[in-house]
């Protein structure tokens, strides 16, 4: 706590540097309010910084007289010492599957395979796994147990440990130099050998470990986050009384989360219009039916998924059901076929487990919770069988509006991000003012009504039984709030009555999103007189450009109208305030801002900040953060483990956050790209044991890492290739030593040159011919052998390197 001096209400580059700073050492500085007001200013000077968990921290702000600055006050709560607590739970460890597994092998099944209907087949699997299930994994009470200190010796170590303590009883008592000096380097070879035993303790674990990538996590997060043993009571605010009862607290959440489509709508002003009429889409084939499945598909879906312990509300998690596979196919691949044939999915697939998951603000506040939902495994693993046939059927007729880039195949935030960029640039290169509108709507998915979404499906070929099957999926749904609370010492769960779910595609579905992009499939034609549209699932923004001033306000005003329109007449609600117009180029000042629209600087568009001026610097700003914050673990991962560790270590948390959106964002300045690389060096060293002036530039290939610019060069060149870009060889059809080659577009602007299409064939033009020739895994593989040779800091330094490699066949 202090005066620091660096006002945290002005985002300027001291704040960056200073938040960067102590990210490096897990610190985060709080948020407080003006600290020190005047009647011509505000500031924020003083501070309150803490490596511990906000919400751990109860903070005010108060004026004492003593000073013009406000008083800071910080109160560190739940400290007390608490025992350890117990906890119920599933027994499932490896003894216990393979006694479930046992079980489930003697399984005849015949109650399955003889019922009339899938709603009485998987009623009766339920019961008899459910049997198998408490027989050989009982739910237990159990008190957690507390990770114990580690450790390592062997006789090396003690025997060091032991000379250094005789060198040390020596030195207090005679008080010779000399036994101090050799006191001191028998401590550095203990700590050294103790240090080295240790990296190779976790190393063997992992080289051990069945689960290698989980192994690796738990590492990972032992040093990375702070577990909490307890888990506090919940307590809500409902008309001005406080909640404490945790059941009550359940069913106050199940209310509101069941119930959130109609407070929403209700908020937007009633119930929703008359749908907007487009004509349906034009498809050749109907889906008329559900193909049955089988059991290698069964099979190869379920080997897919990720082994996880979480389960529904039937209480068998991924992790049970990889386990008992092949017991578990043949009765489930007869249920989901009985489900085809008759178009109707059992009702006790359709019941939703909900977690009420903290956002921000007051957490006696329902409005501060976001629903986590878990359906049942089985429920998802029918589902992804029908996503294959409704994707196929999308597939066949191109019924997917080439506007959206969720959950569509090829397609993704980067192809999102990338359409989004070029669209700007191509519009400031026609001389256009150009703007984006970003649309925000409120709980999109749980608004839609379940009448409208088959009424879609059937304008897109969905049709009889298929398209009942989807009706049963849809309607009679109903969840339950599930709380798990430590109260006297044990922690259990405390769950709710179950609601009925009037709206929506089910959350945390495998269907629920594809769903969803084909509900609002139809509205980028509906808008295409006015804007260019661009979504990704309700990420959906607005680009519009035009000479005037005064007809692209005009045409903005209608397109979000129209937009608002739309969403009246189709179940979904934007919400103003959160909707944001962002203006591009050196002519964004003449851009007028639209009614009830915050015209901004900047805004998150998929998790990076997109400026007016395309200069990046705001989103560098925000990844440099997260970089320091990630360089914290990367110590620690490698204090404690091996390089082995530390370098995956490094992926998974480092090189991730550079990654993404590096395709859009790397074309920012050099004294930007530097940053990251300064800080992609510090990584470096930090796993090569380097000093921190040291070079790192032998290190990169060594470790078999590419440096930021690489990275960036690798994006782009694989981006385009994917592109079926045109080539000299397709304009004029004979064979020359360019051929290959791309052709590079004429234009007027610099910024012309940093889009993504652009930049990546100039890329690929410098490539060597044997490799600018390959194409997608062969082009990766030798692209990624040659940016890999040595370091490459700029891109300077590439075209170089790549001319004295076409020179002298040496990179």
């Known amino acids: 706590m202090g005066d620091i001096n660096v006002d945290i209400l002005e985002p300027d580059r001291n704040t960056a540097k200073l938040n960067e700073m102590l990210a490096y050492h897990n610190i985060q500085r709080v948020d407080l309010p003006a ?41 560190i709560t739940n400290l007390e010492e608490i025992k350890t607590p117990k906890s119920v739970h599933r027994a499932i460890g490896g003894r216990n599957l393979d006694e479930l597994k046992w079980l489930l092998i003697n399984e005849r099944w015949e109650k399955v395979y003889t019922s009339l209907n899938s709603e009485e087949a998987y009623n009766n699997y339920r019961t008899t796994v459910t049997i198998a299930l408490d027989t050989a994994c009982p739910l237990k ?20 440990k032991n000379d250094y303590l005789a060198y040390l009883n020596q030195f207090e008592t005679t008080g010779n130099l000399a036994d101090r000096i050799k006191a001191t380097d028998l401590k550095k070879k203990y700590d050294q050998r103790l240090k080295t035993l240790r990296s190779q303790r976790i190393a063997d674990q992992i080289t051990n470990s069945q689960n290698k990538s989980k192994t690796i996590w738990e590492t990972i997060n032992s040093v990375r986050s702070k577990k909490q043993d307890t888990l506090p009571q919940l307590k809500l605010t409902i008309n001005g009384q406080l909640i404490e009862d945790t059941y009550a607290v359940a069913e106050q959440f199940n209310d509101y989360f069941a119930n959130i489509a109609k407070y929403t709508i209700d908020r937007n002003n009633g119930t929703a219009r008359r749908p907007v009429e487009l004509p349906g889409g034009t498809h050749t084939s109907e889906l008329r039916s559900l193909r049955p499945t089988t059991q290698e598909e069964l099979r190869s879906i379920i080997k897919s998924l990720k082994s996880k312990n979480s389960a529904g509300i039937d209480d068998i998690s991924t992790k049970v059901l990889k386990h008992c596979a092949e017991e578990l196919i043949c009765p489930l691949t007869d249920i989901f076929n009985k489900s085809f044939n008759e178009g109707h999915v059992p009702s006790a697939l359709k019941i939703s487990k909900i977690y009420p998951k903290f956002k921000t603000g007051s957490r006696t506040e329902l409005s501060n919770y976001r629903p986590i939902s878990l359906l049942p495994t089985v429920a998802k693993l029918c589902e992804k069988v029908v996503l294959t046939r409704l994707l196929e059927h999308c597939t066949l007729n191109n019924l997917i509006t080439s506007s959206q880039h969720g959950f569509v195949k090829g397609k993704s935030t980067t192809t999102a991000m990338i359409e989004l960029l070029e669209s700007v640039i191509d519009s400031l290169e026609n001389g256009n003012l150009t703007t984006a509108i970003f649309l925000d709507f409120s709980k999109a998915f749980d608004c839609l009504g379940h009448d409208l979404i088959l009424k879609k499906l059937n304008a897109l070929g969905v049709t009889a039984t298929a398209l009942k099957w989807f009706e049963s999926y849809l309607k009679d749904r109903s969840q339950v709030v599930e709380i798990k609370s430590t109260v006297k010492g044990t922690t259990k769960a405390f769950r709710s009555q179950p609601l009925p779910i009037q709206r929506g595609v089910p959350q945390g579905s495998v269907l629920g999103p594809v769903l969803f992009i084909l509900f609002t499939n139809d509205l980028p034609e509906y808008l295409s007189e006015y804007t260019k549209t661009l979504m990704y699932a309700d990420d959906t923004t607005l680009i519009l450009d035009n000479h005037s001033p005064e007809n692209l306000c005009l045409n903005a005003y209608i397109a979000v109208n129209m937009a608002y329109q739309y969403c009246d007449g189709n179940d979904l609600v934007v919400n103003p305030s959160k909707t944001s117009q962002l203006g591009f180029g050196r002519r964004s000042g003449q851009i ?9 600087d900047q805004t998150k568009f998929l998790g990076v900040l997109v400026d007016s001026n395309l200069s990046w610097t705001p989103h560098i700003d925000q990844l440099c953060n997260r970089l320091n914050s990630s360089l914290y673990a990367l110590k620690q991962i490698k204090a404690i483990g091996d390089l082995t560790t530390a370098r995956i270590a490094y992926f998974a948390l480092f090189e991730t956050h550079i990654r993404y959106g590096l395709a859009v964002w790397g074309g920012t300045s050099k004294t930007n790209m530097n940053r990251i690389l300064i800080l992609q060096k510090k990584a470096i060293r930090i796993l090569a044991n380097l000093h921190p002036l040291e070079s790192c530039r032998e290190a990169f290939p060594t470790l078999n890492i590419l440096t930021v610019t690489a990275l960036y060069i690798q994006e782009l060149v694989m981006y385009v290739d994917g592109e079926n870009l045109t080539r000299l060889e397709d304009i004029h059809y004979y064979n020359t030593r360019n051929s290959t080659m791309y052709q590079l577009p004429t234009h007027h602007l610099t910024q012309y040159e940093k889009k993504p299409t652009y930049m990546g064939r100039k890329l690929s033009n410098c490539l060597p011919t044997e490799i600018r020739t390959k194409k997608g895994k062969e082009l990766k593989t030798a692209l990624w052998k040659l940016l890999s040779q040595r370091a490459i800091y700029t891109l300077q330094e590439f075209y170089l390197d790549v001319s004295n490699y076409q020179t002298n066949h040496e990179f």
């Open 35 to 75: 600290t020190r007001i005047t009647p011509i200013s505000k500031s924020s000077i003083d501070w309150i910084a803490s490596n511990m968990i906000t919400e751990a921290l109860d903070i005010s702000v108060f004026n004492t007289g003593l000073s013009d600055h406000t008083a800071q006050k910080c109160t």
């Open 141 to 160: 009470t159990a008190r957690t147990k507390k990770t114990k200190p580690k450790h390592f010796a062997d006789a090396e170590a003690l025997i060091l």
């Open 592 to 600: 007028n801002s639209l009614p009830e629209v915050n015209l901004v």
